[in-house]
């Protein structure tokens, strides 16, 4: 890893994972290479946070799990978003939508500087 | 829907092999990883290492997603259970609700039976089960002197001596049952009422609602003008008003301070003491042998009703060596006052609760063939979810479920059934039976009764369901679910029928013994003539009539008036009415002189006027009555019932003999036995005619008269009982002293009537039962030869195709049904004897194994069941041969 990443912030993961499978059905390891893909590296997803945070969804019934095979003809978990994934994953979005404005306002009504990446 | 699908799929995939599942997808990962780090040019060795630093606590992460994936599976599965029950649940629903004939008989057949047994659990609950509402009241004890194994009322002397030297007991208290006269605005009436030793009311652990109880200084002579009132009495004759404590009622015509109110909870009985007043034994009431007290007792810690026993029957041997003309052959019982109290109900209600239990069972049999019937008319249905993958035990469970819906909505059904007759018995109110006025639904009788509901769900669903769920598959699909051999002679049917029949019979049995002693009993001469007497009792006060004489005086003039008033054929007096609820009753232990008696020998005593035999008809068989020159003052007579006579004297005349009565006069004096007169069932038209002496009330002295309380019952044989029937009585009474009361005023018919209520209802509802059962008994032999013969149409139909003739079809059928009626009737018989001797007590005239009436019962069910299976055997012979062949 050449370039340093931003651990993700916890709460965010579910959102994360969410989006990343309302394109379609991944398994595990291509949801945190897209992630990492899609930030163009600037977040890592940790698999000890990721599987686990993916059964939990799975038992909340936001995720469907099914065997399959993957690219390389090995069997995988692929994970997809349920009815109820999809429910969530709009009011997650709306959610972060309405938290980033909320603290961008505020951080532009101080005008301090942005913090500046280390 | 769909996600039960997906769930399902994967579940079958792979199994619920979570462990392995974790391992492999976190595998895959680190696969993928060290492949893509090889790509990038990584070797093999330094690509795996690097993907298991990369990845972190392999071990950690595995765990959890075991853990979640574990709970989730758990979850997965109880939701899966869940749904299934609600299936079967939504399913049987829809399934009943098709068939809503069957449905409706069956809840209403299962709901009459499980109501009829919640309605007696409620009461049995009430009078039995609920404990009393006192402190610790297994503590509380009766404690009766015993003669001959009956219990009777206790000596004070023994009373005092038991208090002193027991040591079994915290305490130790008496009642003297009593009658007094109220007087309130100018009218008075009469109360029962009790006196009672100071710690009469903390033997029940109770304190008073309002007020204070008596204190041991109240508890001497001479007897302190103090009195505590029930609540019942309180609220009734004096409005509930508090006022009342402290001042002043009128009882037996002086002034009693009202100090105290007992609390609701202490009226057990509709007939109980509703006042009480200071005990104050006299001395002279010490020397006393006869037995006037009920002791009540609470027993010390630790000490069990065995090893008071244990204690008393030693004292009781004791007693008897020091005083002997109490104690001779008495023995001593302690009692469990809840058992007491409650008697010979306790009997009564188990054995209709076992009754209507049969109902159920009866009911349960003939619901489990409905069943059985329907679940062949649905084999096919069954067999069709069987080829689709249903298990055996989800069929089942399907049925069974069916079976539960069926007895919850009967359950529903019988508890409605049960609040009405509870609210029925609360607003009737079976005096006698003490707390069944409590009887309501509860959350214990609910509890009974859910589990009654699962009970009759497994008698009657469990082998119906096992049974269709055991259906070959591939015959049934390939007949289209039409008779099949299997059918034809069906065992688990006719076990059912026959266990009907037995049922039935042992119900129609007890039924039938019981009427028999109600047939008897009507029969039963009392031994007097009860048409047209009025009877009512009176007393004289003790403080204005102090003397014999002054008691005498009054009462004979009380006779004269009533002799005079118009429409009163003749008249008399009497110390105690023959089956009267007066517990003015004495024994006593007539002395002959000639020839001196081996054993003892209890009697009754009565003090008669003249023209009492004459009055109620009750035939002179010797000598002669009493009449105006037995007096104070000349020879001292008797009179002898025709049992004592023979007891007395077997082989002589008895009349002329003598007679000592030591409990009757202190001297040596004897009595004279001038007549015998005919026996009279004075206890109960069931029980046996006691032992009877009377004599007349002139030469009663001022002792026994207060054993009475100076209370006598007059008694009129009226010319009609059209006249207001206390009008002759009141009329005496004013001419005489406007001020004295009357009370337990009843006809002599009333009497009677009522002395056999209580059994005569008790047998008019084992008879309404048994009827249930013989209907339900019926019916259920009707539908099961009515489904045999449908069934069999074919074989019929091919029988008489081949010549067999109308009449041999019908036998056939016929003979078919009744076998297992013929078996159950065997076993009910059998049965029947057993169980009969439990009602043995109660009954009379009959013995419990009576051939006639069991073979009466018999020949009425097995009637019953030949014309239940000859109404469907007349459809078989029916078939036309020709359509019968072609169905097949």
Redesign the interface.
């Known amino acids: 890893m050449k370039s340093p990443s931003l651990d993700v912030v916890r709460g965010t993961l579910d959102i994360l994972i969410l989006k990343t499978l309302s394109r379609g059905r991944l ?3 291509a949801i945190s290479s897209v992630i990492r893909q899609q930030t163009e590296e600037a977040l890592l997803v ?3 946070a990721l ?2 945070a ?3 969804m ?2 909340k ?1 936001w995720l ?4 399959g095979v ?1 690219e ?1 003809n ?4 692929y994970y997809q978003l ?1 009815r109820e994934g999809r429910l969530r994953l709009r009011a997650e979005v709306k959610t972060w939508e309405a938290y980033t404005a909320a603290v961008a306002k505020v951080l532009n009504a101080t005008r301090l500087p942005l913090p500046q990446e280390p | 829907m769909s ?1 039960i699908l ?1 769930w399902r ?2 579940l079958r ?2 199994g619920p092999d979570i462990e392995a ?2 391992e ?3 595998q ?2 680190l ?3 060290v ?1 893509e780090l090889i790509a990038a040019g990584w070797k093999l060795e330094s690509a795996r290492a690097e993907a298991r630093r ?4 392999l071990a ?2 595995s765990e ?2 075991q853990h ?2 574990k ?2 599976e758990r ?1 997965m599965e109880h939701a899966e259970y869940l749904r299934g029950w609600w299936q079967d649940f939504t399913y049987a629903a829809r399934q009943l609700r098709h068939r809503w004939g069957t449905t409706l008989l069956v809840v209403l057949t299962l709901g009459m039976g499980i109501g009829a047994v919640v309605s007696v659990f409620s009461m049995v609950d009430a009078v039995l089960l609920r404990p009393l509402p006192f402190p610790s009241p297994d503590r509380i004890v009766t404690i009766w002197s015993t003669r001959q194994g009956r219990d009777d009322v206790v000596t004070p002397r023994n009373f005092d001596t038991w208090r002193r030297e027991s040591r079994s007991f915290d305490r130790l208290a008496a009642l003297q049952r009593s009658t007094f006269t109220l007087s309130q605005a100018g009218a008075a009436t009469q109360a029962a009422g009790g006196l009672v030793s100071a710690d009469y009311f903390s033997v029940f652990g109770l304190s008073p609602e309002l007020g204070r109880t008596f204190t041991v200084e109240e508890d001497r002579r001479p007897r302190a003008h103090l009195v505590i009132l029930s609540h019942r009495l309180w609220r009734t004759r004096f409005g509930g008003d508090k006022q009342i404590l402290g001042s002043q009622i009128r009882l037996n015509r002086e002034p009693y301070t009202v100090i105290g109110i007992m609390p609701p909870k202490f009226d057990l009985r509709a007939d109980a003491e509703q006042l009480w007043v200071p005990l104050a034994l006299s001395g002279q009431e010490m020397s006393w042998t006869g037995g006037i007290l009920y002791v009540v007792g609470r027993l010390r810690p630790q000490i069990t009703r065995e090893q008071a026993q244990a204690g008393m029957s030693v004292l009781a041997r004791s007693l008897e060596a020091q005083y002997p003309e109490m104690n001779r052959g008495r023995g001593i019982r302690v009692g469990d006052f809840a058992a007491d109290l409650v008697g010979e109900y306790r009997q009564r209600l188990l054995l209709l609760l076992g009754a209507v239990g049969f109902v159920l069972l009866i009911a349960c049999a003939n619901v489990a063939n409905l069943l059985l019937a329907r679940g062949a008319g649905r084999a096919q249905e069954l067999a069709v979810r069987a080829a689709l993958g249903a298990s055996r035990v989800r069929i089942i469970r399907q049925l069974l479920t069916e079976s539960l819906f069926l007895a919850l909505s009967s359950t529903a059904f019988g508890l409605v059934a049960t609040m009405w007759v509870t609210s029925v018995v609360r607003s009737v109110g079976v005096g006698a039976i003490p707390r069944l006025t409590d009887a309501s639904v509860n959350g214990f009788v609910l509890g009974g009764a859910l589990g009654l509901a699962l009970v009759s769900t497994l008698l009657s669903g469990l082998l119906p369901a096992v049974r269709a769920a055991h259906v070959d598959i591939q015959s049934v699909l390939r007949q289209g679910g039409r008779s099949s051999p299997g059918f034809v002679r069906d065992s688990v049917r006719s076990s059912y029928i026959a266990a009907e029949v037995a049922l039935t019979l042992v119900l129609l049995a007890g039924a039938g013994l019981l009427i028999r002693t109600a047939i008897a009993a009507e029969r039963v001469q009392p031994g007097f003539s009860p048409q047209h007497v009025v009877t009512g009792r009176t007393a004289l006060p003790l403080n204005t009539y102090t003397t014999a004489e002054q008691v005498v005086r009054t009462y004979e003039q009380l006779l004269e008036a009533l002799a005079n008033r118009p429409g009163v054929v003749s008249a008399a007096l009497t110390s105690k009415v023959p089956l009267g609820t007066s517990t003015v009753g004495l024994a006593l232990k007539p002395g002959t002189v000639t020839p001196p008696m081996k054993e003892e020998l209890a009697a009754e005593l009565r003090y008669i006027s003249s023209g009492y035999f004459t009055t109620m008809q009750i035939p002179l068989r010797r000598g002669r009555e009493f009449n105006e020159h037995d007096r104070s003052s000349s020879t001292q007579v008797a009179i002898v019932n025709e049992i004592l006579a023979h007891r007395l004297w077997p082989a002589q005349n008895p009349v002329g003999q003598q007679l000592r009565l030591p409990e009757l006069d202190t001297g040596n004096a004897t009595w004279q036995v001038v007549g015998v007169v005919a026996d009279v069932r004075d206890n109960g038209l069931m029980n046996e005619p006691p032992p009877a002496l009377y004599v007349p009330l002139a030469q009663v002295s001022i002792n026994p008269w207060h054993w009475v309380e100076q209370s006598l019952y007059l008694v009129a044989r009226t010319r009609t009982d059209t006249m207001a029937v206390s009008d002759p009585l009141q009329a005496a009474l004013r001419t005489v002293d406007p001020e004295l009361p009357l009370g337990d005023l009843r006809l002599m018919e009333e009497r009677l009537a009522q002395s056999v209520s209580i059994a005569r209802f008790y047998t008019l509802l084992l008879t309404i039962l048994g009827m249930c059962g013989l209907v339900l008994t019926a019916a259920g032999i009707y539908s099961v030869v009515a489904y045999f013969v449908s069934r069999q149409r074919g074989e019929i139909g091919l029988r008489l195709a081949l010549g067999a003739t109308p009449s041999a079809v019908l036998l056939l059928v016929i003979r078919q049904g009744m076998r297992p009626v013929a078996i159950g009737i065997v076993l009910g018989l059998t049965a029947s004897v057993a169980v009969a001797r439990l009602l043995a007590s109660q009954l009379y005239g009959v013995t419990a194994a009576d051939p006639a009436t069991l073979a009466a019962v018999a020949t009425v069910l097995a009637a019953v069941a030949a014309l239940a299976c000859y109404l469907p055997a007349r459809q078989a012979v029916k078939v036309d041969p020709l359509v019968a062949l072609r169905d097949e």
Request: some cysteine.
């Open positions: 398994h595990g390891y940790e698999e000890g599987y686990p993916l059964y939990r799975e038992a019934g469907q799990a099914e065997w993957s390389n090995r069997r995988a978990k349920s | 996600r997906l799929r994967y995939m792979f599942d974790v492999e997808e976190l895959f990962h696969d993928a990883k492949d990369h990845f972190g606590d950690r992460v959890t997603c979640i994936g709970r989730r979850s």
